[in-house]
């Protein structure tokens, strides 16, 4: 059975029209000059995608609508931070599948500001269609989420719960999806990259990455994380058992080790969504660059961490880095203060 057949035994919704495409940062290259050390810089643009504005969370979603509509629910509520990316684009695909949306959005970052609360993503949110639920501080998204869901089955619906990020197992299959889909275009383009490049909040994604390049055969370090919501030990921990869990869906003995697996936490900064100097240059220098937008919370701080791992020659001088850009543009208005100065 190939790698994606075994993704074919789960319900899935098509919310991507294709592959994204892998483009090389010429302009940026130029730009570093000597200080990219002769390192080729490529992306895979996961925020090209047609539904919501685009972004790394649809992949994720394909398989969790899937899963959805499989067990007869009628409402996706879904949980995260109040600049959520995962609830926008769960907002984008309920509007797409005809499912009703409610969106619990929890106080994880300590910025008040109207423009953080009410711009950016949340505003998207509501133009979705979500209905929209703005906890304060110290409330547990988690359980009002669990009581809206009850209260739909009260009222006659079936309610789907989605967690953080939807970094499920059956979530990161989306992202195993992925690696599959790079492992093809890299034949294509005949580029064998040397590290694969993401950010890591909730796991889901560099979980399912990492499950793909096992089953491809390759090693789980080659995917290189930067932590942007918890200290690296406890990204480690986290990231560990989302991978062995998504092994377990599958069916499949692999298991990986916590030193298997390539997470830095330098980029983290004061703790998620919190900006960084390095941050803010990082989306700065891409942006003049290549005209291309880095998100604040989670591209921004992972670009920053790539350059200076490269400048640093912890990524070897000569190699071939893919960043995989996320998407979360429209954060990017919610972070106006702190990005006024670029």
């Given amino acids: 059975m190939s790698d994606w057949n075994l993704l074919n035994r ?54 969790l609508i899937g899963q959805a509509l499989s067990e007869g629910c009628d409402t996706l509520v879904v949980t995260g931070g109040v600049q959520s990316n995962f609830a926008r684009l769960a907002a984008a695909a309920c509007a797409r599948t005809g499912l009703a949306c409610e969106v619990v959005l929890a106080q994880m970052v300590p910025r008040v500001a109207e423009i953080y609360q009410a711009n950016g993503n949340v505003l998207l949110d509501r133009l979705f269609g979500a209905r929209v639920h703005l906890l304060h501080t110290g409330d547990d998204a988690g359980a009002f989420a669990r009581g809206r869901a009850l209260d739909i089955a009260a009222a006659g619906g079936k309610a789907f719960v989605g967690t953080l990020g939807g970094s499920t197992p059956v979530g990161a299959l989306g992202y195993v999806d992925c690696a ?12 064998a990259f040397d590290q694969m490049i993401v950010p890591n909040g909730s796991g889901g994604m560099h ?49 990986v080790r916590g030193e298997e697996l390539a997470i830095e936490g330098a980029q983290l900064g004061g703790g998620y969504g919190m900006p960084t100097s390095d941050m803010v240059e990082a989306i700065s220098l891409v942006g003049r660059s290549e005209g291309l937008l880095l998100d604040p919370v989670y591209g921004g701080k992972a670009f920053a961490g790539l350059l ?19 998407g979360g543009s429209p954060g990017l208005y919610a972070y106006a203060d702190a990005l006024g100065s670029t």
């Avoid at 490269?310 to 996320?326: K, Q």
């Fill in 180 to 191: 599959l889909e790079v492992e093809v275009q890299s034949t294509e383009i005949g580029i």
């Fill in 308 to 326: 200076s791992d490269i400048e640093n020659e912890v990524i070897a001088p000569g190699s071939n880095v893919l960043f995989v850009m996320t």
């Fill in 207 to 255: 979980a399912g990455l990492v499950a793909g390049a096992v089953l491809a055969g390759k090693d789980p370090s080659k995917i290189r994380a930067y932590t942007v919501l918890s200290p690296a030990e406890a990204c480690i921990a986290a990231t560990v058992e989302k991978v062995n869990a998504v092994f377990d869906l599958l069916g499949e003995k692999h298991r």
């Fill in 10 to 63: 789960f319900p899935r919704v098509r919310l991507l029209n294709g592959p994204t495409p892998i483009q090389r940062l010429d302009r940026l290259e130029q730009v570093l000059g000597e200080r990219r050390r002769g390192v080729s810089i490529w992306t895979k643009r996961d925020d090209l995608m047609e539904l919501g504005g685009g972004g790394n969370k649809l992949r994720k979603l394909e398989f």
